[in-house]
Protein backbone atom coordinates (compact mmCIF):
# COMPACT_ATOMS: atom_id res chain seq x y z
CA UNK A 1 0.00 0.00 0.00
CA UNK A 2 1.01 3.30 -1.01
CA UNK A 3 0.23 5.38 2.12
CA UNK A 4 2.00 8.65 1.03
CA UNK A 5 0.12 8.87 -2.24
CA UNK A 6 -3.38 8.05 -0.68
CA UNK A 7 -2.69 10.47 2.23
CA UNK A 8 -2.35 12.84 -1.11
CA UNK A 9 -5.09 11.96 -2.91
CA UNK A 10 -7.42 11.97 0.55
CA UNK A 11 -5.75 15.87 0.84
CA UNK A 12 -6.79 16.78 -2.58
CA UNK A 13 -9.60 16.05 -2.26
CA UNK A 14 -10.64 17.28 1.39
CA UNK A 15 -11.38 13.93 2.85
CA UNK A 16 -10.21 14.33 6.40
CA UNK A 17 -12.39 12.05 9.18
CA UNK A 18 -14.92 10.60 6.64
CA UNK A 19 -15.67 9.25 3.11
CA UNK A 20 -18.81 8.15 1.35
CA UNK A 21 -18.28 4.25 -0.55
CA UNK A 22 -18.50 6.43 -3.76
CA UNK A 23 -15.87 8.81 -3.32
CA UNK A 24 -13.55 6.05 -2.36
CA UNK A 25 -14.37 4.33 -5.27
CA UNK A 26 -13.79 7.44 -7.36
CA UNK A 27 -10.56 8.50 -5.49
CA UNK A 28 -9.19 4.70 -6.05
CA UNK A 29 -10.06 5.12 -10.07
CA UNK A 30 -8.62 8.92 -10.43
CA UNK A 31 -5.31 7.88 -8.49
CA UNK A 32 -5.06 4.54 -9.76
CA UNK A 33 -5.31 3.51 -6.65
CA UNK A 34 -6.42 0.05 -5.11
CA UNK A 35 -9.62 -0.14 -3.03
CA UNK A 36 -8.11 -2.46 -0.72
CA UNK A 37 -5.48 -0.31 -0.14
CA UNK A 38 -7.62 2.74 0.41
CA UNK A 39 -9.72 0.34 3.03
CA UNK A 40 -6.25 -0.49 4.69
CA UNK A 41 -5.76 3.04 4.93
CA UNK A 42 -8.79 4.54 6.27
CA UNK A 43 -9.20 1.90 8.97
CA UNK A 44 -5.22 2.56 9.88
CA UNK A 45 -5.95 6.21 10.01
CA UNK A 46 -9.33 6.11 11.56
CA UNK A 47 -11.30 7.49 8.42
CA UNK A 48 -14.71 6.19 8.38
CA UNK A 49 -16.65 4.86 5.13
CA UNK A 50 -20.04 5.90 4.89
CA UNK A 51 -22.56 4.86 2.36
CA UNK A 52 -21.38 1.92 2.06
CA UNK A 53 -23.56 -0.17 -0.64
CA UNK A 54 -21.68 -3.05 -1.25
CA UNK A 55 -19.85 -4.22 1.54
CA UNK A 56 -16.57 -3.47 0.23
CA UNK A 57 -15.10 -1.24 2.94
CA UNK A 58 -15.17 -2.49 6.44
Same mark, same amino acid.
Given at each position: ?? $? &? =? *????? &???? @? &? #? &? *???? /??? +? *?? $? #? %? =?????? @? +?? %? ?5 ? #? *???? /????? #?
Amino acid at each position: MD $E &E =K *IRKAF &EAEG @I &E #K &E *IKCP /QAF +A *IA $E #K %Y =KVAKLD @I +AR %YCNTHGV #K *IRAC /QLGCF #K
